[in-house]
T-cell receptor, first 113, second 114 residues
């Protein structure tokens, strides 16, 4: 039972353009959502998070949008840079039960220069 | 640099053997979680330790066990290894109670079971 789904295995974007990575979840108990970036041979690195009481959170080039009614969140990267090329994981948890993260399968982002 | 380290980097074992993976958490972090990442998948939660006691477990059998020590280190033990246990094992630590409660991941241990 996949509670967090990233339906696009890969995404290719031109440098300077916007990258949009999508994530869907099924468990309505999830109230905290995170995006992690992972380079080969490294552990996931935290990027940005959003609580279910918000619908948008912004940090520099990264913005996360949450649509609770659709159980959907997205990560926007503007402008995209070649160094953003990595695997991006969406994760979710129910904070009352501790931050035991449920991850999606990841999306490989390639930013072409 | 997350301040979380793991050892060894790579490990090869045969089916039926036992393995111990180690993690050193960021100083001051009272919570450590372990995840298994199979090829082409996202990390899956194995279990979490808070102040040296197990505090939640994912869908993994009892042959997966762990320990957390007062010096911010922890272990993941896997008995009776199976071929499907081949994966990247990730350790993550955080300070429970912080406003963000963000987990910081180590680089992982790549386990191959032959």
């Amino acid at each position: 039972d996949q509670q967090v789904k990233q339906n696009s295995p890969s995404l290719s974007v031109q440098e300077g353009r916007i990258s949009i990575l999508n994530c869907d979840y099924t468990n309505s108990m999830f109230d905290y959502f995170l995006w992690y970036k992972k380079y080969p041979a490294e552990g996931p690195t935290f990027l940005i998070s959003i609580s279910s009481i918000k619908d948008k959170n912004e940090d520099g080039r990264f913005t996360v949008f949450l649509n609770k009614s659709a159980k959907h969140l997205s990560l926007h990267i503007v402008p995209s840079q070649p160094g953003d090329s990595a695997v991006y994981f969406c994760a979710a948890c129910h904070m009352e039960y501790g931050n035991k993260l449920v991850f999606g399968a990841g999306t490989i982002l390639r930013v072409k220069s | 640099e997350t301040g979380v380290t793991q050892s060894p980097t790579h490990l090869i074992k045969t089916r039926g053997q036992q393995v111990t993976l180690r993690c050193s958490s960021q100083s001051g972090h009272n919570t450590v979680s372990w995840y298994q990442q199979a090829l082409g998948q996202g990390p899956q939660f194995i279990f979490q330790y808070y102040r040296e006691e197990e505090n939640g477990r994912g869908n993994f059998p009892p042959r997966f066990s762990g320990l957390q020590f007062p010096n911010y280190s922890s272990e993941l033990n896997v008995n009776a290894l199976e071929l499907d246990d081949s994966a990247l094992y990730l350790c993550a630590s955080n300070w429970r109670g912080a406003s963000k409660d963000t987990q910081y991941f180590g680089p992982g241990t790549r386990l191959t079971v032959l």
